[in-house]
Structures are given as structure tokens and as C-alpha cells.
Nanobody
């Protein structure tokens, strides 16, 4: 069974940090590009950061660039999102996804995680 299981979400203060993890199973992890998406209350889902299947490409949205860092460990089927200098506008459900990056702004997603909630308080 294909699974993407996020962890690491929670409540953090403005300026704080969190590290999200996504543990994958049930598919060949290093065949897939991995991305983090988020959906804030009342807003559309948006892409946050993406990393290629073999560390070949990394993209981050302008809103998180310089604050968030994506990484992956193919040996452990895990992708991470280190989030620093968190702002209230970062509050959202964060999802990891596996698929294929087509460009910096477009991806085909094959598998979705169920999400983890990040809440940033002021």
C-alpha cells in the first residue's frame, strides 16, 4: 500500500521553527519527485517546495524562500521540510506529495499524504 505519512506539525510561535517529515512506503521512493504543498484556511492549495527524485532539482516558492529548506534521504524514504522564521501566514495544513515535476510551477502528483497542521501564533 502506498503511504506518505507526514509528521512534525504543531503549534509554534512567530519566528519559531519546525521540521516536517514525510515517510514514504509502498513505492519506489527514489523514482519520484517530492513536493510539499499547503492549504491555509479559505485559500487554494499551493506548492511550497519541491525536490527531484535524485536531488537534481530544488524549487521553493517566493513566499518561503530563505526560510524553508527541503531535503530528502532516499536511503530512508524520507523527505523533510525545515521551516524557520515562521510567520502567521504560514499557518496551513501541509501535505507531502510524490509525482513528477514538469517545471518550477507545475507537477503531476501521483500520491498524496494526509497532511499535518502547522499553526503559527503571534
Amino acid at each position: 500500500e502506498v503511504q506518505l505519512v507526514e509528521s512534525g506539525g504543531g503549534l509554534v510561535q512567530l519566528g519559531g521553527s519546525l521540521r516536517l517529515s514525510c515517510l514514504a512506503s509502498g513505492f519506489t521512493f527514489d523514482d519520484y519527485d517530492i513536493g510539499w504543498f499547503r492549504q491555509a484556511p479559505g485559500k487554494e492549495r499551493e506548492g511550497v517546495s519541491y525536490i527531484g527524485s535524485r536531488y537534481d532539482s530544488v524549487f521553493t516558492s517566493n513566499s518561503v524562500k530563505g526560510r524553508f529548506t527541503i531535503s530528502r534521504d532516499n536511503a530512508n524514504n524520507t523527505v523533510y521540510l525545515q521551516m524557520n522564521s515562521l510567520k502567521p501566514e504560514d499557518t496551513a495544513v501541509y501535505y507531502c506529495a510524490a509525482g513528477t515535476l514538469l517545471s518550477e510551477t507545475e507537477a503531476v502528483v501521483n500520491y498524496w499524504g494526509k497532511g499535518t497542521l502547522v499553526t503559527v501564533s503571534s
